[in-house]
C-alpha cells in the first residue's frame, strides 16, 4: 500500500484553544472521532503549502505556507475509512489566529461535507476530561509546543 502524504494543522485561537473537526466512517456512522484541520497533498505541494490550502479549504482561513509553525512532527498511521485501509504519513504544523472561523467561506469537498460532522474549539482542561476519541493522541504536547513558542530542530514522531 503506497501511503498517502499529507499535512495537519493545529489551529489556535487567542484563548490557546485548539480547533477540532468531528468526523465519521461513512459506511460505520457510529465510527465518530475528532482530529486537527488538514488532509493530503497535491501533486508538487511542499508540507507547508498543503497545510495552508487545507485550512483555507476546510475553514475558510486564509494564511501563507511561511506563517505555519513548524514543523512541529510527524505521524506515520495505517487507519481503516470507509472500508479501506489508508496508510498516510503527516506532518504537523501549527497556526494561531484571533480571526473567526467562517465556515461559510470553506470549500470542501463531496466526501467532506458527507464525513465531516461539526467543528469546535476546544480547551487544554476540556480535551484531559474528554473519553471521546482524539487524533492525534499527542496533541497536548503539540498545543505545549506552541504556547511555549518552541519548535523542535527536528519534527517529533508521534502516535
Known amino acids: 500500500m503506497k501511503p498517502r502524504k499529507a499535512s495537519r494543522v493545529v489551529?489556535?485561537?487567542e484563548r490557546d484553544e485548539v480547533l477540532l473537526i468531528r468526523a465519521q466512517d461513512l459506511l460505520m456512522p457510529t465510527?465518530?472521532?475528532?482530529?486537527?484541520c488538514g488532509?493530503?497533498?497535491?501533486?508538487?505541494?511542499t508540507p507547508a503549502q498543503t497545510a495552508a490550502r487545507e485550512v483555507?479549504?476546510?475553514?475558510?482561513l486564509e494564511c501563507e505556507p511561511a506563517e505555519l509553525i513548524g514543523p512541529l512532527a510527524t505521524r506515520d498511521e495505517i487507519f481503516e475509512f470507509t472500508e479501506r485501509s489508508l496508510h498516510q504519513i503527516e506532518t504537523y504544523f501549527a497556526f494561531r489566529?484571533?480571526?473567526?472561523?467562517?465556515?461559510?467561506d470553506a470549500v470542501w469537498t463531496d466526501i467532506e461535507k458527507r464525513s465531516l460532522l461539526e467543528f469546535r474549539w476546544w480547551s487544554r482542561?476540556?480535551?484531559m476530561a474528554t473519553t471521546e476519541t482524539i487524533y492525534?493522541?499527542?496533541?497536548?504536547?503539540?498545543?505545549?509546543?506552541?504556547t511555549a513558542g518552541s519548535v523542535p530542530e527536528n519534527p517529533l514522531v508521534i502516535d
Open 11 to 13: 489551529l489556535l485561537n
Open 31 to 36: 465510527h465518530q472521532w475528532w482530529m486537527t
Open 39 to 45: 488532509g493530503g497533498s497535491e501533486m508538487g505541494e
Open 56 to 60: 483555507a479549504e476546510e475553514t475558510g
Open 97 to 104: 489566529t484571533s480571526e473567526d472561523i467562517e465556515l461559510e
Open 125 to 127: 482542561t476540556e480535551l
Open 136 to 146: 492525534p493522541k499527542n496533541l497536548l504536547s503539540l498545543m505545549d509546543l506552541v
